[in-house]
């Protein structure tokens, strides 16, 4: 059973979260969109690292989910990166390792690179914040993403049902109920989360990035550009990589199995470090049947 939890971070504001399983904590890191949450990002994951013996937590991120979502603040990484620090001291968190995707990987980066005595290991999907900001805007995921939330007349389902067009290489995969939660959840945010949403470019930064890294991303992904997983690749010492084909946004949703499989037996200590350049690299592509 997932439970639902809030915690108070200061400033009048609080995060919600869902809780599942006991083991080493592992944060899940949902990236933006209309009507984001964590628990709509990585439900059936959380369940399946529950049963392998881990402590899956998804956050909702300031102006996402049920969390707080104030208009008076700017919807940065220098937002969301220490109340994601004031969330893990809350929970009384020593160590922890992040499953971050989209704005929640570059949310996930930056974390590791500010608070690394925090980190175990890390697990990117499709993580923003590595390519120049008009590079982002000029992806259709994201130009679909905008346009639901910014442009006339505000959210509409149908708006809403253009963004998970372009989020999935195969969108019948995604239930109507879903896509119904996430607009009842999109009604609720502020247009300040999108007129202010930035995200840095992280890449200078990559060599503080100690912990060992795993990375999902789809071949066909709409919203970050599949060949900034290079310079990430490049960047961590100590990173692998895995391309899916036939796979849009949401690795962890497209090809559950495949993620849960991977995702879970690298948390579990299956090493990266001391490999040579070639197999951190990883040098796969996955096809849809994996």
Known sequence: MIDRRFVEIGDGLSLHYAECGEGPPVIFVHGSGPGASGHSNFADNMRAFARAGFRAIAVDLLGYGDSSKPTDKNYTLDLHVPALKQFVDKLKLSRVSLVGNSLGGAVSMRFAMDYPEFMDRLVLLAPGGLAPRLRYLRMPGIQAMMWSQLGP????????????????FDPSQLSRELVEQRFHVALTQPRQVYKTLKVDNLVS????????????????????????????????????????????????VEHPRLFNREAISFLSGDAVKGESAVEALGNRLISAAA
């Open 153 to 168: 007349g505000g959210p509409t389902f149908k708006k809403l049902q253009g963004v998970f067009d372009k989020q999935l």
């Open 205 to 252: 930064r990559l060599g503080e990035i100690h912990c060992p890294t795993l990375v999902f991303w789809g071949t066909d992904d709409k919203f970050c550009p599949v060949d900034t997983a290079i310079p990430l690749t490049q960047g961590v010492a100590d990173c692998r990589t895995i391309l899916i084909a036939r796979c849009g946004h949401w690795a962890q």
